[in-house]
């Protein structure tokens, strides 16, 4: 396969064909190796901010360069830039010297660049076949040649040890395994370098290390590697170089070997962190919230939660800790009023509201952090300042006889936006246009800002900086301390284990069992939420 | 035996939905890449008018196809260049459309209502029109319904079995990951929208052409709409299209059979007849009921039964893609 790379020189056909012998530039998959990448000088600007300010960045075959940086700092802009979805204003990029045009991401592709976008980018309706072959030419012209594609997509898979089917539909996979739809995805296409961009914010610990045995073998084969993660330990594990981007602008390039966690983390957010914070002990005896023997569908139409019974008690963190899919996002939904309940009770501070509407769930005090932060927390079209007041719209001081109080909102807007350190061009930019994690940040601005009696907060943390998420962590305690009665939904176990009071853990749309924090170890919890039910006598 | 009653009624089905499944094909093809041409009344108007004028004027009909689907064509270019390069609603856009097409068809037309001019020519196919009864119902007809059905079969297997049929449903269900792997969305809408407009400008012409053979006023008015309802009722796919256009059809067959039956009873009854039916299947199939059937059939039946039942429209449909 050549003619990978744009304006190939008859040379350096020749240096192909040479190489071809010896097969030391090639991959498994029979393109060629990209042995290094560089990006010169780049700069990206949007309305009000600057993305990328003069970025350096390299990658070599072999290798899996991390970059690291708070939300917003411009790593998800610097490759998109790479990957052709953005153009830079200034700046360079060069593939084995060469500088090459990537106006696009047919370009991007064309020069052996691939990449797993933080939001995947799969056509739910199409098999995962289909999705592979999308955009390819076909073996047999206008015709799709999908036996062919399964073919190879599952000799890559074995290569790889990424199991997947390719007649599935996309719609009916776990995030897990759109994920490794996502990587064949790329390989399949012969890519050199792969930009992961988050890969691990959706996964359960089981399939990161599915993945990095993946990335290691791809590694290993001669494929240059870019790694975005909030995860330091993740990072310390698995990448040989890191570099970090603040406010747009390279503050440190180091070898893995050459720095710490605490030094990353310090480079990153430009102070040192704090320890992690202490709980009072506070009073728990009013019950604010309690569910019995609820059942609700999921998407599929299936019972995705079985008859969950639950209390909540004012001044606790009550976590429910399982892997994802488990019935955690339906059980959220289905205490706010967003998703049906087909049988059983839903009490907010004494009053049912089983089958309430959300707007009747917000006055008893409930808050919401859901999961999917655009689809049910935000209106992406709206601007900041707009979603910040969304839920009290109706309340003093922002409208009064049906007007809404500018003047009121803004200086509201302006006094989240610095609390929870939004970084935002202006209260009026919309929100769509925020980095993932700032988005996060508005959201638990506005729901903790109105001193809510019961907080449902389903992974509160993901996508999050680690400085956003020690921030978050404070407040769900601070929270707390003031009596406010928490719901911890949550994959990351350490989170669980940091904050929580009492842990439950869901499996299958089941509580299969309690445990105080205190007695909670990690490997127990861990069987639990395999489905093991713990011995008898515990 | 071959010219039947029922025989004679059924080929008079299939005649009169024609052009209905080519306008229902079109819009597929159109809004399966994300774009919806709500102009379609107002186009099979101007098209049905102009390929009449092309026609006679010409003395071909073949002609008055062409002038018709470059007629259809431009008005679609309106809708696809003003939602995606002057980023109005599309629905916005449309609308006016038809409303223009309505009056600017009666104004172009009127010299030319209510004269003969030519039409599409009777072609029995040789052999396959001696089958029994299939024969006289589906053989003996003309080229445009012999289109239609293989324009069925081509949009069908085009969307479903051809390469470029999956960068087009990328770009209506999900145009961020089609942009990621290298497919130019705005051509493909272009493309798509611009196809399926000549389509039902095809469909224009065949009514007046074909079936209601000349032009008046309003010749077409309401068959557009009928070609939207159509679309979500076959759930976007081309062959379920085509049933809906032939139930819709033979439903019309029934209510003006009903009406000669039973002359006390009002018209306008009868007429809704076909409405109160694509609902009440419409509701079927978005009911519980459908789910159940879909679990008690044996398993190997489920995929292809839920593809059959489900009803999901292209999801980005209808939305503006900004490309960097
Ligand atoms: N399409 C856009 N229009 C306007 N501003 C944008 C756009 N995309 C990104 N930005 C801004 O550019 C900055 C960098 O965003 P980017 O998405 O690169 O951050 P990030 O480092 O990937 O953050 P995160 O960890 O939260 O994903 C942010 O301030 C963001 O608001
Ligand atoms: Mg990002």
Redesign the pocket.
């Known amino acids: 396969m050549r003619g990978q790379r744009p304006r190939i020189t008859a040379q350096e056909i020749e240096i192909q064909n040479q190489y071809m012998a010896d097969n030391t530039e090639f991959l498994p998959s029979g393109k060629p190796k990209i042995s290094t990448m560089e990006m010169r000088g780049i700069v990206k600007r949007?309305?009000g901010?600057l993305?990328n300010d003069h970025v350096d960045f390299d990658v070599h075959s072999g290798e899996m360069h991390a970059l690291l940086?708070?939300?917003?700092?411009?790593?998800?802009?610097?490759m998109r830039v790479l990957y052709g979805l953005y153009q830079a204003e200034e700046g360079e990029i060069l593939i084995d010297g060469h500088p090459v045009q990537i106006e696009s991401p047919h370009d991007a592709i064309e020069a052996g660049i691939g990449m797993i976008h933080?939001h995947f980018m799969l056509v739910p309706t199409l098999t995962v076949a289909e999705n592979v072959a999308l955009g390819l030419p076909s073996s047999r012209g206008a015709l799709t040649d999908l036996d062919r594609v399964s073919a190879r997509v599952l000799e890559l898979a074995d290569l790889y040890g990424l199991q997947v089917d390719p007649d599935a539909y996309v719609w009916q996979l776990a995030v897990g395994q759109q994920q490794r739809v996502e990587i064949i995805k790329a390989l399949y296409r012969g890519a050199a370098l792969l930009i992961l961009?988050?890969p691990t914010a959706v996964l359960t610990p089981q399939e990161v290390s599915e993945l990095f045995v993946t990335l290691r073998q791809m590694m290993v084969d001669g494929h240059a590697l870019i790694f975005?993660s909030?995860k330091l330990q993740e990072v310390m594990d698995i990448c040989s170089r890191v570099t970090v981007?603040r406010d747009?602008r390279v503050v440190g390039q180091q070898p893995i070997d050459q720095v710490t966690k605490g030094a990353l983390a310090r480079m990153m957010v430009g102070r040192e962190l704090q320890a992690q914070p202490e709980k009072e002990e506070i009073e728990q005896d009013e019950t604010r919230l309690s569910l019995r023997d609820v059942w609700a569908d999921n998407d599929l139409g299936t019972p995705g939660l079985q008859g969950v019974s639950l209390d909540l008690r004012a001044g606790e963190i009550l976590g429910v800790a399982g892997v994802s899919g488990n019935g955690q996002r339906e059980l959220a939904q289905a205490i706010n009023g967003l998703r049906t309940i087909t049988k059983g009770t839903v009490k907010a501070g004494g009053k049912d509201i089983t089958g309430a509407s959300p707007a009747v769930i917000i006055q008893q005090g409930v808050s919401y952090v859901p999961e999917e932060r655009m689809e049910d927390g935000m209106i992406k079209e709206f601007t900041v300042a707009e979603n910040l007041i969304l839920r009290e719209v109706n309340k003093q001081p922002f409208s009064r006889g049906g007007f809404l109080n500018f003047r009121a909102i803004s200086r509201q807007s302006d006094e989240l936006i610095k609390e929870f350190n939004v970084?935002?061009?202006s209260k009026d930019?919309p929100v769509k246009?925020?980095?993932?994690?700032?988005i996060q940040k508005l959201l638990l601005a506005r729901e903790l800002s109105r001193k809510p009696e019961v907080i449902i907060a389903a992974q509160p943390t993901r996508?999050l900086?680690i400085g956003a998420t020690e921030y978050v962590h404070q407040v769900l305690i601070d929270q707390r301390a003031e009596g406010t009665a928490i719901l911890l939904i949550s994959e990351d176990l350490d989170e669980i284990l940091a904050l929580s009071d009492r842990i439950i853990v869901i499996y299958e749309g089941e509580i299969m069992g309690e445990v105080s924090a205190e007695k909670a170890d990690p490997e127990q919890l861990g069987l639990l939420m395999a489905g093991v039910r713990s011995q008898a006598g515990e | 035996m071959d010219s039947s009653p029922l025989v004679l009624t059924l080929a008079s089905i299939i005649l009169a939905s024609t052009p209905l499944i080519i306008a229902v094909c079109g819009e597929i093809l159109t809004e399966r890449s994300g774009i919806v041409n709500l102009s379609l009344d107002g186009t099979m108007l101007m098209s049905a008018m102009t390929g009449f004028v092309v026609a006679f004027e010409t003395d071909n009909v073949w002609l008055g196809f062409l002038g018709a689907m470059g007629v259809g064509a431009f008005f679609a270019f309106i809708v696809a260049f003003g939602s995606i390069r002057l980023r109005q609603s599309q629905f916005a856009i449309g609308f006016v459309l038809t409303l223009l097409g309505d009056d600017l068809s009666a104004f172009l037309g009127q010299n030319y209502t209510r004269i003969p001019g030519p039409v599409v020519q009777h072609y029995a196919i040789p052999i396959l029109k001696d089958i029994p009864i299939i024969g006289p119902i589906f053989f003996n007809q003309n080229v445009i319904v012999y289109f239609a059905y293989i324009l069925v079969f081509v949009t069908w297997f085009w969307l479903f079995r051809t390469q470029p049929g999956l960068r087009l449903r990328s770009a209506g269900d999900r145009p961020e990951a089609g942009f990621a792997r290298g497919v130019g969305i705005n051509f493909q809408r272009y493309l798509y929208t611009i196809i399926g407009g000549g389509l039902v400008g095809v469909a224009g012409a065949s009514y007046s052409l074909n079936i209601k053979i000349g032009w008046a006023e309003g010749l077409t008015r309401g068959f557009g709409w009928i070609a939207l309802a159509i679309v979500i009722f076959g759930g976007w796919s081309p062959i379920r299209g085509m049933f809906g256009a032939l139930l819709f059809g033979a439903t019309k067959a029934l209510a003006t059979y009903l009406q000669r039956t039973f002359p006390e009873v009002s018209v306008v009854a009868f007429n809704a007849i076909p409405w109160v039916l694509m609902i009440l299947v419409l509701l079927l199939v978005g009911s519980d009921f459908t789910e159940r059937v879909i679990t008690v059939a044996p398993k190997s039946l489920r995929r292809p039964l839920q593809r059959f039942l489900k009803i999901s429209p292209p999801q980005a449909l209808g939305s503006t893609f900004v490309e960097?």
Request: net charge negative; proline share 6%.
């Open positions: 949007f309305p901010v993305a940086g708070e939300n917003g700092a411009g790593k998800s802009t610097l933080q961009d988050e975005i909030h981007l747009g970084k935002t061009p930019t246009n925020l980095s993932g994690g700032n996508g900086d | 960097d």
